[in-house]
């Protein structure tokens, strides 16, 4: 196996082992490539024909399938090859070789490693692209590109290709980002700030985690009238804020902390889990029977929900399982016992003029976004510490997963709103955008002339597109840890430094020191 797409990557190079560090095994990580090679093959057969409405599910499916830590099943990516391979005769009967993977991990560096953004952004894109389907939105300029984007792995490129479709992979992930924040704000309403609890009730309760919120609707409407609580989990927590999901009185608060700690956080509770998206780690057996996984997430040895969405079986485990039988009181990584969450781009621009005033009061001197994944390395701890120094004339937007190392602290008000305003899952770096042209326009001035900092922790392809999105919004100085990612080449980095000034993180102090001195 080759697998060097997300942050934990071994060695800070690449996995080739038995298996990778996220536990995905060799014969998993080979079968993700050959699917990968099918979809080029179906992208060919795009360029030269028609994309059919399978060849979009497909299309998008398959890529959601090889994000990090979504699908390890054997049976599932072979059946998704399946598919590819249907999909691609139906539109060039006579049909297309599949792509060989390896030719683009042996490519020269610089190709390999313009290719492998151009291939993980579109993975993290078609995450998006998939949630916003769940919800019956699709953008058929989005889809069209998922086509074209992998048609071009297979072509020799240079860097003279390579680098605008790479950022063509931003542009059009702005578009994908801005189609589920529809799909999520006209299904749901615009999310309103909310404080979510940490403390479970007694009784039988169900964890959700990952980033559907389509899928915990329908857990909603079916553990309706039933005595069964629901948890959020992960990147689930911003669902307390959307009007039409917080309506059901059993969506209680929040379990635990972010993906990385599931298997410390899971064991031994009395509940059921339900993956709605990635960032599934391989379970304990001690807590495994309590698994449940849907739509692309699949783990042999555990359930799967299918198509039909029937969780029947897993309300039935809740009730099995029991819950606490008192009340279980639980903090955030650092002692508090909530977090609010809320603040999307509707809420924000509300006081959009408040915060404008503020600024030009001077009591907002910065405003940081302080953004991203969480993830395993202890380096980490310096998102959590440069929360903490940040001014307390500052503002401190967040959003994704990231959050959970510091979104239980209180750092007070500034010019009467909270200091951290999560802004939602890492999707809603959309509404981030938006606040920040927003800002810009208030300002007239461009969005580098904000005394605005962007802050962003990467650990898998989501990251990755939202990054390319904001290289080509010509966003500049963006600091990017924990580790630069492995499959960017010295002079693919070159180019960011020199183009974008992207600086990896050094410590909290340097770097608030060079952004506020
Ligand atoms: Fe986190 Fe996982 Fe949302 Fe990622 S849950 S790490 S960038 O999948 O997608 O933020
Ligand atoms: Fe390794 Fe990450 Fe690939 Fe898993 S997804 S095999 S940890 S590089």
């Known amino acids: 196996m080759f697998c060097f797409q997300c942050e934990q990557t071994a060695g800070c190079s690449a996995c080739t082992g038995a298996a990778g560090v996220c536990g995905k095994t060799a014969l998993v990580a080979n ?52 598919r590819a391979h249907a999909a691609t005769r139906a539109i060039s009967p006579a049909g297309i070789a599949d792509y060989d993977m390896n030719r683009m991990w042996t490519a020269n560096e610089d190709i ?70 529809r799909a999520n704000t006209e299904t749901y309403g615009d999310p309103v700030p909310t404080e979510v609890p940490f403390e479970v009730e007694a009784g039988p309760f169900i964890i959700v985690t990952g980033h ?44 635990g902390t972010a993906w990385q700690n599931q298997r410390k ?27 449940f996984t849907c739509d692309c997430v699949e783990f042999d040895g555990t359930h799967h929900v299918g198509a039909e969405k029937d969780f029947s079986e897993l309300i039935a485990k809740a009730k099995e399982l029991g819950g606490y039988a008192e009340n279980h009181p639980m903090t955030g990584i650092n002692g508090g016992t909530h977090a609010t969450t809320g603040f999307g781009r509707a809420t924000v621009l509300s006081v959009a003029g408040d915060v404008v005033n503020a600024v030009k009061a001077g009591d907002i001197k910065h405003f940081f976004l302080v953004g991203g994944c969480d993830g395993a390395r202890p380096g980490r701890n310096y998102y959590t510490e440069f929360v903490q120094k940040t001014p307390a004339d500052s503002v401190v937007l967040t959003l994704a997963c990231g ?35 927003a800002l810009a326009q208030a300002f007239d001035c461009g969005v580098n002339d904000l005394p605005l900092s962007m802050v962003l922790s990467w650990y898998e392809q989501k990251a990755v597109c939202i990054l390319l999105t904001l290289l080509h919004l010509g966003i500049k100085n963006i600091y990017l840890g924990p580790t630069l990612p492995a499959f960017i080449s010295p002079n693919v980095l070159n180019v960011l430094v020199e183009n974008y000034q992207i600086s990896p993180t050094s410590t909290p102090e340097e770097d608030l020191k060079k952004i506020l001195g």
């Open 31 to 82: 079968d993700q490539d050959e699917l990968t090679g099918a979809l080029v093959a179906l992208g060919q057969a795009v360029q030269q024909g028609h994309a059919t409405e399978e060849a979009r599910e497909v299309v998008v499916t398959g890529l959601f399938a090889t994000v990090t830590n979504v699908d390890f099943s054997d049976a599932a990516v072979r059946t998704l090859i399946d």
């Open 112 to 181: 390999r490693s313009l290719k492998s953004l151009v291939l993980f952004g579109i993975r993290g894109m078609a995450a998006y692209a998939y949630h916003a389907r769940q919800l019956g939105y699709v953008d058929e300029t989005v889809d069209a590109f998922f086509f074209e984007a992998l048609a071009a792995l297979a072509e020799e490129g240079s860097l003279d290709t390579l680098l605008p479709l790479v950022l063509k992979v931003g542009e059009i992930n702005l578009s994908c980002m801005a189609l589920l924040d």
């Open 212 to 255: 559907d919120l389509h899928d915990l609707q329908l857990l909603l409407e079916q553990t309706d009238g039933t005595g069964v609580n629901v948890y959020t989990h992960g990147e689930m927590l911003p669902a307390h804020a959307y009007p039409e999901l917080k309506k059901h009185p059993q969506l209680k608060g929040n379990f």
């Open 265 to 291: 956080e899971f064991d031994g509770v009395p509940a059921p889990i339900l993956f709605t998206t990635n960032c599934l780690m391989p379970p304990k057996e001690s807590y495994a029977d309590n698994v």
């Open 403 to 437: 959050k959970f190392r510091f979104n239980d602290l209180d750092l007070g008000t500034v010019a009467g709103l909270p200091r951290i305003l999560d802004m939602g899952q890492c999707n809603d770096a959309y509404g981030a955008i938006q606040v920040a042209v």
